[in-house]
């Protein structure tokens, strides 16, 4: 039997005990409505008080679609935010990444948009993309730029749009921030063999997660990784975790946007395991990884 991939960190095998004090490691199995009560006892465990000064606003665009709206007490830059949460297309919400998009709203002085789309199984593709895409549109149309952000499940939606909007000639997307993102793999080789039992997340959750939200295997924009041209999109940061089944995905991504001419920053978190966004208290790494993309995020509102 091949000897599970570990990392040697403290901080973050911490976090992961942690973790699995909430929300076991075969929490897929569960149905729905406890999966989500799993992962929102998770998410208030992690939670965090929002920086000094922060104005926080819930609305809704299209008449529909749930946002919250983060305003930093020292804005820098009229460029905007743009978050999408992951959480495996099933689960996840404005609360779950609260703390997350008010210190990246706070790090950038930037005001920040998340969004709080349809999940899966009660909405399929394209639900989540088709709110995700609403949101994108309506900002761009205020005439200001915009930094897509997204994790996991939100960075294969956040690529998605980006990629649609390069499509359909919509201008005003400065950058692409793109944390641990699922975009297509082939789920046979690769990392996703390497690290098919790795901590927080395996190569059969990844199935699974793909199996529920139903996208089909030509919706280019469901699967970046497969799209045929990559040239023209924007600036991107990517980063990923070693220890993650999804890493080859980022570092596929990141080789092929170099190679169509995209100016990319790609950093590989090699202590860290899917997810690890959350461990940015408990974790060196963790805080290390938290603190580039903050960087990196100011630097494209800014630029």
């Known amino acids: 039997m091949t000897e599970r991939p570990m990392p040697t960190e403290e901080g973050i095998l911490a976090f992961h005990k942690r973790c699995e ?3 076991p490691a075969d929490a897929v199995d569960a149905d729905i409505t406890q ?3 799993w992962y ?4 208030a465990a992690f939670d ?3 920086p000094a000064g922060m104005v ?3 609305g809704l665009v299209a008449g529909r679609i749930p946002v919250r709206r983060y305003r930093p007490a020292a804005v820098a830059t009229g460029t905007r935010l743009y978050y999408i949460h992951g959480g495996g297309f099933v689960v996840g919400s404005l ?3 609260d703390a997350i998009c008010a210190e990246l709203s706070e790090a950038a002085g930037a005001e920040l948009v998340s969004i709080d789309y349809r999940l899966s199984p009660e909405h399929v593709w394209p639900a989540a993309f088709e709110d995700c895409w609403a949101v994108l549109v309506s900002l761009l149309r205020e005439g200001r730029p915009v930094v897509v952000i997204g994790d996991s499940a939100g960075g294969n939606l956040a690529a998605g749009i980006v990629l649609k909007a390069r499509d359909e000639g919509l201008k005003g997307i400065v950058g692409q921030a793109l944390i641990y993102p699922g975009l297509g793999g082939d789920l046979v080789s690769g990392s996703y063999v390497e690290m098919a039992e790795a901590l927080g997340l395996s190569t059969a959750d990844v199935a699974y997660y793909r199996d529920v939200y139903k996208a089909p295997d030509d919706a280019t924009h469901a699967f970046p990784l497969r799209a045929a041209e990559l040239a023209g999109l924007p600036p991107a940061f990517i980063t990923s975790a070693y220890f993650d089944p999804l890493r080859d995905d980022a570092r596929a991504y990141a080789a092929r946007l170099i190679l ?3 100016p990319v920053e790609y950093r590989e978190e090699k202590q860290m395991i899917h997810a690890w966004l959350r461990a940015r208290f408990m974790s060196e790494g963790a805080k290390a990884g938290f603190a580039a993309l903050c960087d990196a995020v100011s630097r494209m509102a800014r630029s």
Do not use: N
């Open 21 to 23: 004090d909430f929300y």
């Open 35 to 37: 999966q989500r009560a």
């Open 40 to 43: 929102d006892a998770l998410c």
């Open 48 to 50: 965090a008080p929002p």
């Open 56 to 58: 926080k606003e819930d």
């Open 95 to 97: 609360d779950s990444h």
């Open 260 to 262: 169509a001419g995209v």
